[in-house]
């Protein structure tokens, strides 16, 4: 079965740059979320679209914007980047409102050097 | 704000030794429980979940978990661990509506040979 599909898989970047982290959903799934889970942590909550609107929003940085588009991927802009985004970012996607459960891509590990 | 705890930090069990996680979680309205898994360098992996009727919810690989709404717990049991359980194990909890998800700090199981 189609999984949640996350690009880059892997990500190095200095300070102060930026990074976009991509997130295809199972396909007919309309519902994204995202996660941070840094290093020995839980996955912490940022942010979530519902049919290409933002449904809900966590502690996502406001250095950070995310969007979803019309095929339902979502890209998580990240700019300003600093030590402390190293980090595993998960998408999940799930069918809707009616949902039963999220599914989780396999995350990208983003590291800031 | 609802809040997920989790009692066990780090667990080291024998092969064939029985395992509970405690999980409990702080919220009065309607929710869904889940308990996810982690192997090392994976992503989150569903176990199981709890949306209503029998409190007594079987998932994969032998786990199983309780809901008992008076002690707001879900703990997670498995009869015989197997080395290949080791992983991080999380507990998380929605508010019954298709929305972000709150995770326990998690528990790392550690099943020795």
């Known amino acids: 079965a189609a999984g949640v599909i996350q690009s880059p898989r892997h990500l190095i970047k200095e300070k102060r740059e930026t990074a976009t982290l991509k997130c295809y959903p199972i396909p007919r799934h309309d519902t994204v979320y995202w996660y941070q889970q840094g290093p020995g942590q839980d996955p912490q909550f940022l942010i979530s679209?519902?049919?290409?609107?933002?449904?809900d929003k966590g502690s996502i940085p406001d250095r950070f914007s995310a969007q979803q588009f019309s095929d339902y991927h979502s890209e998580l802009n990240m700019s300003s980047l600093e030590l402390g985004d190293s980090a595993l970012y998960f998408c999940?996607?799930?069918?809707?409102?009616?949902?039963?459960?999220?599914?989780f891509g396999p995350g990208t590990r983003l590291t800031v050097l | 704000a609802q809040s997920v705890s989790q009692h066990n930090h780090h667990v080291i069990l024998s092969e064939a030794a029985s395992l509970e996680l405690g999980c409990n979680y702080s919220?009065?309205?309607?929710?869904?429980l889940f308990w996810y898994v982690q192997y090392p360098g994976q992503h989150l992996q569903l176990l199981l979940k709890?949306?209503?009727?029998?409190?007594l919810v079987k998932g994969i690989k032998g786990f199983e978990a309780e809901f008992i709404k008076s002690k707001f717990s879900f703990n997670l049991r498995k009869p015989s661990v197997q080395w290949s359980d080791t992983a991080e194990y999380f507990c998380a909890v929605d508010p019954g509506t298709a929305s972000k998800l709150t995770f326990g700090t998690g528990t790392r199981l550690q099943v020795t040979l």
């Open positions: 919220y009065g309205g309607t929710v869904n």
């Open positions: 999940a996607s799930s069918p809707g409102t009616n949902y039963n459960e999220q599914f």
């Open positions: 709890y949306f209503s009727g029998d409190p």
């Open positions: 679209f519902y049919e290409k609107m933002q449904s």
